[in-house]
């Protein structure tokens, strides 16, 4: 079974960096991208955006570009969003999610848990 | 960017009745890269129809995806308890965007 597990929950204060892991198992992990998706409270989806762990292709929403950046380590099968200087607006739950297989197949199925970040001084 | 409003932003029914949401997006999805999603507090979303109306592994045929170009429909023939939740909409071209959200409420 594909399962997509989320590091746990962060308290920062604003100016701190962070850096939350997703970890899949069950697929191949290097055949398909993982996105990144913000839901800050209350409030919808956002899709922030996408890395290819194969060749560690990377696209961003243009709305995250230089806010976050995406990386993943093949090796143990986890995908980062990172932050170098957080601020109050990122608090949010962050979820990982992974692409369809095909080029055509750009929703996202399964999802992980989500990862509660609260930044506050 | 293409911008998905959906509607009504609150659904208020009772189990068994039928539910019917809207998505509109500001211009055509290409070939129907339309997907949905249920999401319950606390919990993160759960797919239930790619294709605008095909769908996903293991969802009910209870719920139902339709529509094309700008306008797309998820309908709940009959809301069981469990069906009680928030739903999205999601635009799968080049750049991905999600609607807003409808509730559906238990009245």
């Known amino acids: 079974e594909v399962h997509l597990v989320q590091s746990g929950a962060e308290v920062k204060k604003p100016g701190e960096s962070l850096k939350i892991s997703c970890k899949g198992s069950g697929y191949s992990f290097t055949s398909y991208w993982i996105g990144w998706v913000r839901q800050m409270p209350g409030k919808g989806l956002e899709w922030m955006g996408i890395i290819y762990p194969g060749d560690f292709d990377t696209r961003y929403n243009p709305s995250f570009q230089g806010q976050v950046t995406i990386s993943a380590d093949k090796s143990i099968s986890t995908a980062y969003l990172q932050w170098s200087s957080l601020k109050a607006s990122d608090t949010a739950v962050y979820y990982c999610?992974?692409?369809?297989?095909?080029?055509?197949?750009?929703?996202?199925?399964?999802w992980g848990q989500g990862t509660l970040v609260t930044v506050s001084s | 960017e293409i911008v998905l409003t959906q509607s009504p932003g609150t659904l208020s029914l009772s189990p068994g009745e039928r539910a019917t949401l809207s998505c509109r997006a500001s211009q055509s999805v290409s070939s129907n890269y339309l997907a949905w999603y249920q999401q319950k507090p606390g919990q993160a979303p759960r797919f239930l129809i790619y294709g605008a109306s095909s769908r996903a592994t293991g969802i009910p045929d209870r719920f139902s995806g339709s529509g094309s170009g700008t306008d797309f429909t998820l309908t709940i023939s009959r809301l069981e308890p469990e069906d009680f939740a928030v739903y999205y909409c999601q635009q799968y071209g080049r750049s991905p965007t999600f609607g807003g959200g409808t509730k559906v409420e238990n009245k």
């Open positions: 999610a992974r692409k369809g297989l095909l080029s055509t197949q750009n929703w996202f199925d399964p």
